[in-house]
């Protein structure tokens, strides 16, 4: 599903990463194990507001040479583009480096390729693979990565549009995707109203937690709390 109102992306920018998987968690509680990020990735940019878009899912290598001819690998860069640039609007790129043990062996993302696809419309990239050219990144243009290196070796695109796992979390091409320095998760399109719903519940019991934990009244506010 991609129709997602204003509001909602509107909601859904306002708050971070871990607040939407706890209020998933919340109304949706299947959702509880699993459609998120589980291993650590570095965000170079940690103040950029959250990442709301549609996933774009690539997969790539960059420690071998391209296998294709160069003309026929040139119309797979363009077709690609495409791909990019297609609806649904914005963009997430979820990139899955096919390098195995030697994943980050090159980095598919620097100056050139933010900038490239900021102007396609897309917001940042996830990736379990690597970064570099850190402070010539395209201004706003939000990445988190599992490395950093200096080189991009023989980066290339091998497929996109299909089924990706990421850092541990499985992606559709179209997927909804909330994403920043915490790492990222799948947004269940059909539950964000409840979700809106849920916010204030969730901020009331956090802050009534928080409220005694620093009230001095030790562990029997704390547990006077959690009762509600």
Known sequence: MTNVTASQFEFLRSIDTPT????????????RGHGYTVKHLHCPFPDLPPMVGFAKTVTFKAKEKV???EAGYMQKRLDYL????????????IMHDL??????????????QSNVHKALGALGVVTDGSIRDIP????GFQMVAAMIVPSHAYVHVVDYGID?????????????????????????VDKIDAMKAANDKLAATEARII??????GGVEAIKAALRG
């Open 20 to 31: 939407v998987c706890n209020l998933i968690e919340m109304v949706a509680p299947e959702r």
């Open 67 to 69: 296998p294709l001819g």
């Open 82 to 93: 495409d791909y990019v640039a297609s609806a649904p609007q914005p963009a997430v790129m």
């Open 99 to 112: 390098d195995g043990e030697r994943a980050g062996f090159g980095a598919f993302w620097g100056e050139v």
């Open 136 to 139: 010539m990144i395209a201004p």
């Open 164 to 188: 990706v796992t990421v850092a541990g979390m499985a992606t559709r091409s179209g997927d909804l995707m909330h994403a920043d320095r915490h790492g990222a998760v799948v947004v269940p």
């Open 211 to 216: 409220a005694a934990a620093k009230s001095g």
